[in-house]
């Protein structure tokens, strides 16, 4: 049987545990048509590129597709190249919604990837498959992008599918043991959306093709799906990853209640939650959908400025928005807002006028509430093209444009000090946050997945909103004012409380968490309430005893560097201890649950000392790295070149450049920008 696989590298620092309904479809439309799909999720799964080559060639395939996105973008590319260096000769091709408006570049400078496939890829995937297993000619298939006499040829695309219950559903083979271990399955009941938001790019991809952008499916299809995977699998929530679920007036309001109603006629019992634009939100609608099981509302505010709002063209009002919020609050239920707070004409009065409202629709509902997110101007969304004609966009490398969307500069020189400074703090929330995401806290009370963790999220939320509101506040009188290192000392002082209270739910949130949405079970609370005895507090004591013994040894914010990585570290171990003991306690293995801390902290007390050693030695500032391995705190000196770009890097924190300073290898004075000594075998 000619095989197909169907691949979705992981994005560098990303991690999703949603299922790839994309792929899903295109492998479940093969198999009909005779041939055997296999998918490759590397996302979910957590593959590296290595693990993600060995699975793309574990067998034979004549074709293999990959999904990408701007994420993913760079990695499927080298996935691709090194595929063709271990000997793949089988027809590579692309598809989604970045490959499809980047067809011209990518086919242009990848010689390795034969085609792409543009738009609704079903009906296309399947005809170039055909093709490749009979050795028939494919470029000129509908849909497909390919090079022809050395020129680029783009093929008009086929009419976009009518009937979607046509489509069989789609296949979960990868998917399997993680619905049936959670109980979470995906699923979409539309496509396209009727919106015409300025930054999205949905209008275009279908746009490419005749037909309606918004369709929806049968409700009965749409109920018939979700029962089957209750039967078969178990699954008790659904997320429903619609573009916009409540469709266009009547017809997708009575859509949406009429899955409501078939879900409550056949007496599943299941809870879902819904995307929806804010004037789709009518509240007799969530009313029936919340008897049927609805607990969730993801709404796309996107902003509360009216100049933002036409900007982006959502065709929504500010009072809309604050009602659609006040819909779903007094249904009492849980809710998200997506905001784009940040475009290239942001004034720091508009940024404010934002966050205030974001307190008044709650901090802890803001999706992205500490990441300052900036307005992207992706090729095939219209807003690109306005930047570009006002010269806005700019990019700061030669790299091509497919690499990721164009930068642009904010006009107003107050926020751009707000947001170069922001951009130096906030990474720290997000490695946290990828971590959390990287290892899910499987001791937590389940959910959907972006909701797994929903309290750990609100906290880090509300906590990087404090802080990112405190900075706008000190960049206004004095936008030049050296306030960093006063906001660095609270973002670490934050993002210890964060890991050391709220994620290891010591004795202080023992204590508090309580009710049906509790971090923990209580008869896990219980048993781990003696366990923790006094470990927070040791935690906190290495932490600052290892600052109190780096601070001084480096000369400006240098130390800043060694003392972020050994504070970073301790939290890292946290996590991990944390990870390891919860489940000891739950068996009721509290001897075992004690020795595990007693080891990790006893070898976090040797790691410090160790520290203090090479602080004594003044060994560490050849460019020691600190890292944690589950507790194993040891000293890591780099190779020589890596030493000599670390301590440029330190001379450059250090203010190198003000005049002569002591090197941090040897001591002795040097002029600014001189070499320093490279440091001997022994010091290695």
């Known amino acids: 049987m000619f095989r197909v696989i ?67 973008i760079r990695p499927t590319l080298s ?11 089988g027809h590579i091709t692309l598809g989604g919604h970045h490959a499809t408006f980047h067809a011209e570049d990518l086919l242009a400078r990848h010689p390795e990837i034969d085609s792409v496939v543009r738009g609704e890829g079903e009906g296309a995937l399947c005809d170039l498959a ?68 300025s930054f999205c790019s949905i209008r275009a991809f279908y746009r490419l093709a005749r037909g309606r952008i918004w369709r929806p499916r049968s409700c009965s299809s749409v109920v018939d799906e979700i029962e089957g995977l209750a039967r078969a699998h178990g699954v008790r929530r659904i997320n429903f990853v619609d573009d916009e679920f409540i469709g266009p007036g009547a017809q997708g309001r009575a859509h949406a209640l009429g899955i409501g109603e078939e879900l409550r006629r056949r007496g599943l019992g299941l809870q879902f939650n819904i995307v929806c634009r804010p004037d789709s939100v009518d509240e007799s609608v969530l009313g029936a959908l919340q008897r049927a099981g609805l607990f969730h509302v993801s709404l796309g505010i996107e902003s509360w400025v009216p100049r933002q709002l036409a900007l982006y063209g959502k065709g929504v009002t500010r009072e809309q928005n604050l009602r659609a ?41 803001a999706a992205e509430g500490f990441t300052f997110s900036q307005v992207m101007a992706f090729r095939g969304a219209p807003i690109k093209a306005q ?61 959907p997945e972006e909701l797994l963790n929903r309290r750990w999220q609100q906290a880090l939320a509300v906590s990087g909103f404090r802080l990112f509101r ?42 508090s968490d309580h009710g049906e949405g509790s971090f923990l079970p209580l008869d896990a609370r219980e048993a781990i309430r003696p366990v923790w005895s006094g470990v927070v507090e040791g935690y906190q004591a290495l932490a600052d005893r290892a600052e109190a013994l780096l601070r001084p040894r480096l000369e400006g914010r240098g130390d800043r560097l060694f003392a972020r990585r050994v504070r970073c570290a301790l939290r890292d171990s946290a996590l991990h201890l944390c990870d390891r003991v919860v489940p000891l306690c739950k068996a009721r293995r509290f001897e075992r649950a004690r020795a595990v801390v007693r080891r990790e902290l006893s070898a976090l007390r040797a790691g410090v000392a160790r520290i203090e050693q090479a602080a004594v030695r003044g060994d560490f500032a050849n460019c020691v790295f600190f890292t944690i391995r589950m507790g194993r705190m040891r000293l890591v000196y780099p190779g020589p070149g890596v030493r000599r770009l670390v301590r440029r890097y330190l001379r450059t924190l250090a203010g190198a450049a003000k005049g002569p300073h002591a090197s941090p290898a040897t001591g002795e004075r040097v002029r600014p920008g001189a070499r320093p000594k490279r440091a001997g075998r022994g010091t290695e």
């Open 79 to 89: 996935a691709i190249r090194k595929l063709r260096l271990e000997g793949y000769r």
């Open 130 to 197: 055909a093709a490749v297993a009979t050795g028939s000619e494919w470029r000129g298939i509908a849909n497909v992008a390919c090079r022809r006499a050395g020129a680029i040829i783009l093929n008009p695309c086929r009419p976009l599918i009518v009937d979607l219950d046509e489509l069989p559903f789609p296949v979960r083979d990868p998917y399997v043991e993680f619905l049936r271990e959670h109980g979470i399955a995906t699923v979409i009941s539309t496509r396209g959306c009727y919106g015409r938001c």
């Open 6 to 72: 169907l691949a979705n590298v992981a994005a560098d620092g990303l991690v999703s545990k949603v299922e790839h309904l994309g792929l899903g479809y295109l492998a479940a439309t093969l198999a009909r048509r005779g041939f055997a799909g296999r998918i490759v999720d590397a996302s979910f799964h957590r593959l590296r590129l290595r693990e993600t080559l060995e699975h793309l060639t574990s067998e034979a395939s004549c074709l293999v597709g990959f999904t990408v996105y701007y994420n993913n």
């Open 470 to 511: 405190e900075l706008v506040r000190a960049c206004q009188p004095a936008p030049g004012a050296a306030a960093l290192d006063d906001f660095d000392r609270m973002l670490e002082d934050d993002l210890d409380r964060l890991v050391y209270g709220r994620a290891l739910v010591l004795e202080a949130a023992v204590e």
């Open 325 to 365: 919020v006040e819909v779903v609050r007094r249904l009492g239920l849980d809710y998200l807002y997506f905001l784009i707070p940040a475009d290239p004409h942001l004034t720091i009065e508009e940024l404010n006028e934002n966050l205030d409202q974001i307190e008044r629709a709650g901090i802890e509902h």
């Open 387 to 447: 930047f570009d004609a006002a010269g806005l966009t700019c990019r700061h490398s030669r790299e091509p444009e497919y690499l990721g969307p164009a930068a642009f500069e904010f006009q107003d020189v107050r926020v751009r000090e707000v947001y170069r400074r922001w951009r130096d703090l906030f990474g720290e929330f997000i490695a946290l946050r990828v971590s959390v995401g990287r290892s899910p806290r499987t001791w937590l009370r389940g959910g």
